[in-house]
């Protein structure tokens, strides 16, 4: 957290003077016929930070995609961001607003949470976000006086509500509240390229924070060839009233599942179901979509 509140300091600064790039030089005719097209051009650019949740937040994830055919649909799903910085070796900055709740499913298109101006074009090799737990800083970006409350007094990072239906085995209902901080750091393109490369103005460059909600169902924290699953997390219904809590998934130990599933990797401290799934949450912030990003636990 000391980390995070040491962004905070410099994105608070770079949003007052719009700009943490080198400022042009002094020119009484800038803008004018004689202004150098390099200095005009520096500090033009804007980018648009986005967040979405895919079409598997908004709408469902298909039972097609299920290894055990359950479709899964939240019916809430709410994030609290942090941290928003895209830099280079030579310039930072930040978002002006942080410390975000926001309500995912309300997104019906990837939506913005906030603009940068006066951006240097080029590259900005050094994109980072963060999903943390809620303090009494935390302000609604789209969410409710509820949502927010909910999220403060918790103190969690995500809380996710929703229900995953059978065709043979009925629906099971889920409300998860997770408080665990996961920074995305070193976030790249699809193709692998670091961070973004932002236009000249008055073009917009898009920096996507991409969440992959389907995360949160793998049967595998580390491995590529994971699989989504709900069987055991339906299985973990000890009091059969059709809830699946946290607590039960506590009680389900990671020896008691199927083998060959669940597989942990070399993530330290998976002893239950709901470590696991706990663990599924800091996989899941991405970049423009498929992008990867460096998790680590804060
Ligand atoms: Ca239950």
């Known amino acids: 957290m000391n980390n995070a509140l040491r962004f905070v300091g410099l994105s608070s600064l770079c949003a007052l003077v719009a700009s943490c790039a080198p400022s042009p030089s002094p020119n009484p005719v800038d803008g004018g016929a004689d202004a150098r097209p390099d200095s005009a051009a520096a500090g033009s650019g804007t980018v648009d930070v986005r967040l979405w949740g895919e079409a598997y937040v908004r709408n469902a994830i298909p039972a097609s995609l299920l290894e055990d055919r359950w479709a899964i649909t939240f019916s809430r799903f709410l994030l609290h961001v942090s941290g928003v910085r895209l830099a280079s070796a030579s310039a930072e900055h930040t978002l002006a607003v942080d410390h975000q709740v926001i309500d995912v499913k309300a997104f019906a298109t990837p939506s913005s949470l906030g603009v940068v101006s006066g951006v240097a074009p080029g590259e900005?090799?050094?994109?980072?976000?963060?999903?943390?737990?809620?303090?009494?800083?935390?302000?609604?970006?789209?969410?409710?006086?509820?949502?927010?409350?909910?999220?403060?007094?918790?103190?969690?990072?995500?809380?996710?509500?929703?229900?995953?239906?059978?065709?043979?085995?009925?629906?099971?209902?889920?409300?998860w509240g997770f408080g665990n901080s996961t920074r995305y750091s070193a976030c790249a393109r699809p193709q692998g390229t670091p961070g973004i490369t932002v236009a000249e103005g008055p073009a917009t460059t898009i920096a996507q924070l991409t969440y992959h909600a389907d995360h949160l169902f793998l049967d595998g924290i580390q491995n590529e060839d994971a699989r989504l699953r709900f069987d055991a997390i339906a299985a973990a219904d000890r009091n059969m009233d059709r809830v699946v809590t946290l607590d039960e998934l506590a009680m389900v130990p990671m020896s008691s599942l199927p083998p060959g599933q669940y597989q942990v990797g070399t993530v330290p401290n998976i002893n239950t179901l709901r470590d696991f799934v706990t663990a599924l949450t800091a996989t899941t912030g991405h970049l423009n979509g498929e992008g990867a990003c460096v998790a680590t636990a804060l």
């Not at 976000?129 to 990072?157: G, I, P, Q, W």
């Open 124 to 175: 900005l090799d050094r994109v980072q976000y963060e999903f943390t737990a809620a303090s009494e800083r935390s302000t609604a970006l789209n969410a409710s006086e509820t949502d927010v409350a909910l999220m403060k007094s918790n103190r969690y990072s995500l809380y996710v509500e929703g229900t995953a239906q059978h065709a043979t085995r009925g629906t099971i209902t889920f409300r």
